[in-house]
């Protein structure tokens, strides 16, 4: 691509991008995000370049097939988008592919059996199904549709527009009044201001004239959570985007993405979406020929979940082991290479060009006043719709898991939702019509936190649930502070005796109050925040507890020395499901005649009661 | 001690007595300088704080705001009411000594601590009865800082950390100056010396090369 050298060229550039597009030529849009990804959508891109290929069509209508990012909808992967007849095909296989070709795109015939179905309902395009419907796309805006490959695609879909905007009408100045005034809180967890955290870089620099650096945290690790992974893959240019504006607004001329090592497609679509940047004079010297010179390197993270933590992330990328320190010189003032340094998610950061486009002022009527614009959430756990959702702030947590979710699969009940990853709260099923935004989630003990939803069903135990958290947070722990390295792992003694059905009910409030030690004691957030499962499910479900230390009953039928399983036998069929597929080979009878579990073999895994049609497996 | 500097100085109050830090001064400095006792293991003033031992917390309030800080490292600013023994500043010490009391039971140092604190004895797991190292790291920051010469660092993370040196071999960077048993708070580091340095007699040449 040409390089562009002055602002009205990326328009020209645009506007005949576009006209490209509206050649009326089909597109096959193929999910590769990472749902689809581990379900083979990679074979069914394959197949239709093949097929393609085959058929040896005339260029005029050879569809274009793009492989792009996350759809959202993983449950029902791999997805496949057509234009312009807008079809919506769902779980598709490599061999579904000649028969697309075949029908649907030479011959306009739409295949049924590939239509979503639901509750009856057959779905022809995606923006009808329900868990499309409700969803509001700011920061994922682009992903799912352009080739993250191809920064053409980008640019006709309106990237870079808002870098332009900003060069030729905003000083510095008015771009951070601009973020100020839409009031984008930060999406990697504790909701800081961005428009103040630039501003406070900002100064910093006046009283200390000097480097200073923006830095992208593309570390996501929270369990479930993979929203800033299918930013960064479907549509990297925004992120790069978002952060030449935030170093046109402070002044910075480097610039770092962290990116954890287990995300290689993330890594590798940034990577070829910065060269493309680089040459199409977008990123680096002269930046479309204004003289403003940016670059940005990317910093693998070799996977260590407390480099997600600000201090602990520049340390990592000075090459020094990722362990966080004291923040009372806060890292605006003091972060990188003790420069000021602006730290912010991917997903805050694809936000801005949006922000900038329209106006903070446009931004701030989405959502409630405190918590404006939209948040992307990875929905996952036992709900219906696993994907990747994004909707606007203030929306009812009942809408997130039921209306757009669909609720919890088979007969089981909605129990909770875990927000905010390891650091956050379970939220009950009482509470479900919290409002999602930062302040109504921290009021009830939980956080907003970088986006993961955890969905609960009865057969969850939150004693469980709550040492699950713990272990992760004990073994990503640094070790440096002794409240975190130590607490942790006294928390979890108490908690392992709980599932074992030792303890006391004064042991609960002990914990309390070394839970109240960590969180005083720790040196950072990894430790401050980690009593937080444990401490909402104690205040939420101290019934369970108690079952636990007073009954000797795990209710949920989780905790293994506390269980043991039983086939009731006169709801037993007979139908030898559970005894085909214990792993331990311990269930045993007769074809349609109740079966029996041998006690001493069985491992209490759980997976009979889970399959069982008939809710012949009773839990004691 | 530092030198207080009458020019500029900030005030504030310890456990209520007026109490003035020279700008630069953390809160255990002015205490120090006050003969205020507030426990540190990890701190030593040869090298800079870290604030990893969480013992020397202090509990910082102004008007409605409260939070619990390291005084090893937190500067104190002007007004501000700093509180050395509140219920939630011995809540933190006195967990991090009944779990220290697990992870080093063979220190005397952090018994006598822990006596302070009313405790004699700990509820949680005892995994090394010999432990003595409560890894603070100040031997690898004495080393580093003032040595200058990095034989040894903390290797791994979390319940696996420890003092090591690389590939855990005697390192021949090692000037065996003793430096790190010296600011050793637990003692700890005496039993490992030869681990780092090695055999010193089989060194030759300039023998205690870098």
Known sequence: MEKITNIEQLDLLKNSLRKARESGRQVVRVCLGPGCRAQGADKVAAAFRNAVRQQGLPVKVEPLIKETGCHGFCKEGPLVTLEPSGLFYSRVKPDDVEEIVEKTIKNNEVISRL?????????????????????????????????????????ANGAYQAVAKAFASMTPEQVIKDVEVSGLRGRGGAGFPTGRKWRSAADAVKKHPGPVYVVCNGDEGDPGAFMDCVVMEGDPHSVIEGMIIAAYALGARQGFIYVREEYPFAIKNLTIAMEQARSAGLLGANIMGTGFEFDIRI???????????????????????????????????????????????????????????????????????????????????????VGLVEVPMGVPLSTIVEDIGGGIPGKKSFKAVQ???????????????VSVDFDSLTKIGSIMGSGGMIVMDDRDCVVDVARYFLRFLEEESCGKCLPCRLGLEAMLEFLDNFAQGKGSLEDIEELKSLAKAVQDGALCA??????NPMLTTLEYFRDEYEAHIIEKRCPAGVCKDLITFHIDSEACTGCGLCASNCPQACITGEDKKPHEISQNACTRCGTCMDLCKFSAITVS | MKE?????????????TAAQA???????????????????????????????CRLCVVEARQGNWS?????????????????????????VRRWVLEMLLAQCPASREIKALAAEYGLKSTRFKIKNPEEQ???????????????????????????????????MVPNKACIACGSCVSVCPTGAMQTRLDKVRGDISQRTGHGFAH
């Open chain 1, 299 to 385: 910093n693998r993270g070799a996977g260590a979940y407390v480099c997600g933590e600000s201090t602990a992330l520049f340390q990592s990328i000075e090459g020094k082991p990722g362990e966080p320190r004291a923040k009372y010189i806060r890292s605006v003032e003091r972060g990188l290479w003790d420069r000021p340094t602006v730290l912010n998610n991917v997903e805050t950061l694809a936000n801005i060009p949006v922000i900038i486009e329209n106006g903070g002022e446009w931004f701030s009527k989405i959502g409630p006043p405190n918590s404006t614009g939209t948040k992307a959430f990875s929905l996952v756990g036992k709900v219906k719709n």
């Open chain 2, 4 to 16: 207080i500097n009458t020019k500029k100085l900030i005030n504030f109050s310890i456990n209520g």
């Open chain 2, 22 to 52: 020279k700008e630069g001064w953390t809160v255990l400095d002015t205490a120090r300088n006050m003969g205020i006792y507030i426990p540190t293991l990890c701190h030593h003033e040869a090298v800079e704080p870290i604030g990893a």
């Open chain 1, 419 to 433: 927000t905010g990853g390891p650091s956050g709260g379970c939220i009950p099923y009482k509470l479900k019509d």
């Open chain 2, 133 to 167: 190292c409560i890894l603070c790291g100040l031997c690898v920051r004495v080393c580093a800082e003032v040595v200058g010469v990095q034989a040894i660092s903390l290797g791994s993370r979390g319940v696996l950390k420890h003092v090591s040196t690389p590939y």
């Open chain 1, 115 to 155: 239509l979503y179905s639901e509750n009856g309902t057959v779905y022809k395009s995606a923006q009808e199904i329900p868990f499309y419907k409700m969803q509001k796309k700011i920061a994922s805006r682009n992903v799912g549709d352009i080739d993250p490959l191809s920064i053409e695609d980008a640019i």
């Open chain 1, 526 to 531: 990894l430790g401050g925040s980690a009593p």
């Open chain 2, 67 to 91: 939070k619990v800080v390291v005084s090893c490292m937190y500067p104190p600013f002007e007004g501000v009411e700093i509180f050395t023994d509140s219920e939630r500043v011995k809540n």
